[in-house]
């Protein structure tokens, strides 16, 4: 498809468990930005790459979050002993070289019992 | 993180009238966009201003770059059903934006 595609769309997990959600962002965007948005709430950012490498990740909430882009195109975040707390959508996002305009995927709804 | 000012919370309009929605911020910003998001869906991209003073517009959606570059608003004329959802706005400033806290929009027909 033409737009960013984010699996899985939903996923429920159990406190403890270990958690991967993955993003395929537009083809030819560079970056790649992954936000958090809670019931009510607009995103939170919570990491940007350009190209392969994390060029901020200021907004990770601690170090049981990870993310990595290794070829520059698809991304996966990674959660670590999920928490009732980490229950949120996780959305995607890309956009090209030069411009100012994010394009979201549909996100990828987290629940945590 | 930084979440931007965005009025109203909500907005319970008829089928037909004209909406206006606004967001402000203590930091400049040099680029506004404005999203719709549906339910369970991602936020979609609608407008995108890049110069102060600069009204843009989208079919019945114009909005508008604050000349301070520190507001942004979004009007929607003759509203219709399908205007429901929640407008964000967001501002960037070098490679981060920042998101409003949304306006969720009625439309009563």
């Known amino acids: 498809g033409a737009g960013v595609s984010q699996t899985p769309s939903n996923k429920v997990t159990e406190k403890g468990k270990y958690v991967e959600l993955r993003c395929d962002p537009i083809s030819g965007h560079t970056a790649l930005y992954w936000y958090r948005q809670s019931l009510g709430q607009g995103p939170e950012f919570l990491i940007y790459?350009?190209?392969?490498?994390?060029?901020?990740d200021s907004g990770l909430p601690n170090d049981r979050f990870f993310a990595v882009r290794p070829e520059g195109s698809v991304s996966t975040l990674k959660i670590q002993r999920t928490e009732r707390g980490d229950s949120a959508v996780y959305l995607c996002a890309s956009r090209p070289a030069n411009t100012g305009e994010l394009f979201f995927g549909e996100g990828s709804r987290l629940t945590v019992l | 993180g930084q979440q931007l000012n965005q009025s109203p919370q909500s907005m319970f309009i008829q089928e037909g009238e004209d909406v206006s929605m606004n967001c402000t911020s203590s930091?400049?910003?040099?680029?506004w966009l404005w999203y719709k998001q549906d339910p369970g869906e991602g936020p979609v991209l609608l407008i995108a201003l890049y110069k102060a003073g600069e009204l843009t517009s989208n079919g019945r959606l114009t909005a508008q770059f604050g000349i301070t570059r520190k507001d942004s608003f979004l009007n929607i004329s003759a509203s219709i059903p399908s205007d429901v959802g929640i407008y964000f706005c967001a501002g960037r400033t070098g490679n981060q934006f920042y998101f409003g806290t949304g306006t969720s929009l009625t439309v009563i027909p």
């Open positions: 930091s400049i910003f040099n680029t």
């Open positions: 790459f350009q190209g392969t490498g994390a060029a901020d």
